[in-house]
Nanobody, 118 residues
């Protein structure tokens, strides 16, 4: 299972970005799909997640600004980010729990950089 994330970039405070992540390879099933982020000098943290049935969760810092969605048919997960703040600057990673060849395990994308600055 491979994850390919895209959509990062430089945006001004108050702006919007949409991150996308596509899972490919031999996939027999995907449970949770999540986005994490890691700011410079900080640990990686959970941002938002969505279950196979569409139940979502997110950290308080992004509630009301970020929206996570997924397409089970395409094995993709998106993160729509609005009203971006400088403190949202980080490398964003997609994460899935998937069944490939073998057993269920965690997979991570390569990360995409989001910079919020004027």
């Amino acid at each position: 299972v491979q994850l390919q994330a895209s959509g990062g970039g430089l945006v001004q405070p108050g702006g919007s970005l949409r991150l996308s992540c596509a899972a490919s390879g031999t996939i027999f099933g995907i449970n949770d799909m999540d986005w994490y982020r890691q700011a410079p000098g900080k640990q990686r943290e959970f941002v938002a997640g969505i279950t196979r049935n569409g139940r979502t969760s997110s950290v308080d810092a992004v509630k009301g600004r970020f929206t996570i969605s997924r397409d089970n048919a395409k094995n993709t997960v998106d993160l729509r980010m609005n009203a971006l703040k400088p403190e949202d600057t980080a490398v964003y990673y997609c994460h899935v729990e998937a069944l490939g060849v073998g057993s269920w395990r965690d997979y991570w994308g390569q990360g995409t950089l989001v910079t919020v600055s004027s």
